[in-house]
């Protein structure tokens, strides 16, 4: 039996139904738009972060190299040695600046929960079906229930 264009195939009853394709292009495009939202706003607090963070270091480096046996107004302040000295504490400060900025930045990034407002593109190929909520099961007053979650202490 040949496909024809157009028609609906049979899904497992248990399964997400696919979209018609207009639908699945309109929805395409919205995940497509938050995903891209979601990720503008991480990149933009990620060098809120680092910027932050890293002030000093890069300040230290900046006049260092800038400052180092060319400028004059420079040379009033600081010789050769004291920028040299800005270069090595820049240096030195780099790395533990750059671990605390990083895990700064996970942990906003887990308190505001960003990973979750990431929408995955299977839900612009397929339609959520709405399925009737699963009861819970109770236990008989002589048995004992056995914790689902949670520690259990032995």
Not at 86 to 105: E, Q
Not at 124 to 132: D, F, G, S
Not at 142 to 148: L, Y
């Amino acid at each position: 039996m040949a496909d024809v264009l157009g028609a609906q195939r049979s899904v497992p009853s248990g399964g997400p139904e696919p979209r018609d394709p207009l639908d699945c292009w309109a929805c395409a495009v919205l995940v497509t738009a938050q995903n891209l939202l979601v990720a503008a706003f991480n990149l933009v607090l990620l060098a809120l972060v680092l910027g932050t963070i890293l002030l000093p270091a890069v300040t230290m480096l900046g006049f260092g190299f800038l400052c180092h046996s060319q400028a004059p107004p420079c040379t009033a302040h600081l010789r050769d040695p004291g920028f040299t000295a800005l270069l090595v504490t820049g240096f030195l400060l780099l790395v533990p600046l750059l671990v605390l900025a990083l895990a700064s930045y996970r942990r906003l990034c887990l308190r505001l929960h960003l990973a979750d407002c990431l929408v995955p593109y299977s839900r612009a190929l397929y339609r959520r079906r709405h399925t009737p909520p699963v009861q819970q099961i109770r236990a008989s007053p002589g048995s004992q229930a056995v914790p689902t979650s949670g520690k259990v202490w032995v």
